[in-house]
């Protein structure tokens, strides 16, 4: 078995599997990481898998030329989604206009999975963030067919995929003049075996079967990021086989950013990512997409803004096709729309710059899980230190203080400092 680009490198867009006509392309795992392999007894030679391999091909990419910051509507919608919901905004108008979309959404197994569909009852399950690792499946050959038939598909998601979905297409030799990409700011993407088995701990010691999970559970405000497991509380356990009661209508588990959690701690300080992540190509200004949605972080710190902080987006425009995407939303009113500098989210999100870096406690957990412990345990043994710290703060109420302390603070005074921290640099 022979890898196709260098192991630590491959992000698993799964272009090569899906282009190779023996079928002889698999994923393996290897510690922090997949990466794609071919069984040469199958292999014939085509190198088909070599020209679609965005790191041995790179795809073209572009500056942003605007940047807005942006929110749906739709109150609803806005309330159950991450950001702004402006992906939501875009995948409904494309139903509405009579595309194709492709999203992602989380399986019964934890997993999460791409689906290309053109049913809008399919959008709720495309809401809302998934901090996992998400598998593009056959979607890049169920869009090149779709685009093939003369049909119009839209496509979000992680830059590495938007990259292995055009360079598939490239190869292919199909016209891509009917797709719409938007890429997301990635900061990294962990094993989807680290979400199953910390949920698998959590069902063992809560007693309960989980059936569904939330980073940013739209029940506690989207912005809060707060990471909830429903499910069934179980009444018997045997040969893990579960017996349980009616679902519950409260999460079973719900922990905040700011908690003891291990996957939530490990997630947002950059801990448990793949290894391809730490050296991530796409963490940079030049998008692969026709537009770039995101968090807003800076919003307001380098030029006056008045309008909402809460539940909003960062939309960078990066060619004519994303511009006139959005215009099309905002003349149908399906978004709020608003131009600001590109500075803003240049200065203040460093995934425009440069990838995550994972640090002592990334290097640490690494190599609990190589000698066979299991997420739990290793993660415990890697940043236990750091889970009893922000337990202490949680009881204590550090956090809601100095929340209210800032809270104290002028906006005036903060856009302040902000601009005199900026021209210092």
């Known amino acids: 078995m022979s890898s196709i680009c260098q192991k630590s490198q491959c992000t698993m867009c799964n272009a090569c599997a ?12 290897h510690g922090n990481m997949y990466y794609m392999v071919v069984d040469q007894a199958k292999c014939v030679g085509c190198h088909l898998c070599e020209k679609v391999c965005p790191n041995l ?49 989380m399986e019964e197994n934890f997993e999460a999975h791409y689906k290309v569909t053109n049913d809008p009852k399919d959008i709720v399950s495309f809401q809302n963030s998934k901090y996992t690792f998400s598998f593009t499946d056959d979607t890049y050959r169920e869009i090149a067919e779709l685009l093939k038939n003369g049909q119009v598909a839209m496509f979000i998601g992680l ?28 900061h990294g993407t962990p094993m989807p075996e680290y979400l199953q088995e910390h949920i698998h701990s959590i069902e063992e010691k809560k007693r309960f079967r989980a059936d569904k999970v939330y980073f940013r559970d739209p029940r506690y405000g989207t ?23 009616k679902k519950q209508a409260s999460p079973a588990y719900k922990k905040l950013v700011i908690s003891d959690d291990l996957y939530q701690i490990g997630y947002h300080n950059g801990w448990i990512y793949r290894d391809c992540c730490y050296q991530c190509y796409y963490a940079q200004k030049a998008r692969v997409g026709d537009l770039t949605i995101a968090d807003y972080h800076g919003l307001g710190k380098l030029a006056p803004y008045h309008g909402s902080y809460k539940n909003v987006s960062c939309i960078l425009v990066n060619n004519k096709t994303g511009q006139q995407l959005i215009d099309q939303l905002q003349k149908d009113s399906l978004i709020y729309l608003e131009e600001r500098i590109l500075q803003e989210p240049y200065t203040y999100d460093p ?48 956090y809601w203080i100095m929340t209210g302390i800032k809270s104290c603070i002028p906006s005036g005074v903060k856009n302040f400092i902000n601009k005199r921290r900026w021209k210092r640099k």
């Open 18 to 29: 899906t282009i190779c006509p023996q079928k002889c392309i698999s994923s393996e795992r």
């Open 57 to 105: 091909n790179a795809t073209q990419m572009s500056n942003s030329e605007k940047c807005y910051v942006s929110w749906t509507l739709d109150e609803k919608i806005r309330r159950t989604s991450a950001s702004g919901g402006v992906a939501a905004a875009l995948y409904s108008y494309a139903i509405s206009s009579g595309m194709y979309i492709a999203g992602v959404r």
């Open 159 to 186: 830059p590495c995929q938007v990259a292995g979905l055009k360079n598939y297409l490239h190869v292919r030799k199909v016209d891509t003049s009917q797709l719409y990409t938007v890429d997301l700011i990635c």
């Open 223 to 245: 912005g809060n990021f707060l990471f909830t497991i429903y499910g069934k509380q179980i009444i018997s356990i045997k040969d893990r086989k579960f017996s349980a009661t």
């Open 351 to 398: 995934q425009l710059s440069h990838p995550s870096k994972g640090g002592v406690e990334q290097k640490r957990f690494v190599q609990y899980m190589a000698v066979g412990d299991r997420f739990t345990e290793a993660a415990k043994k890697a940043f236990g230190k750091t889970a009893f710290r922000n337990h202490v703060k949680e009881v204590t109420g550090y």
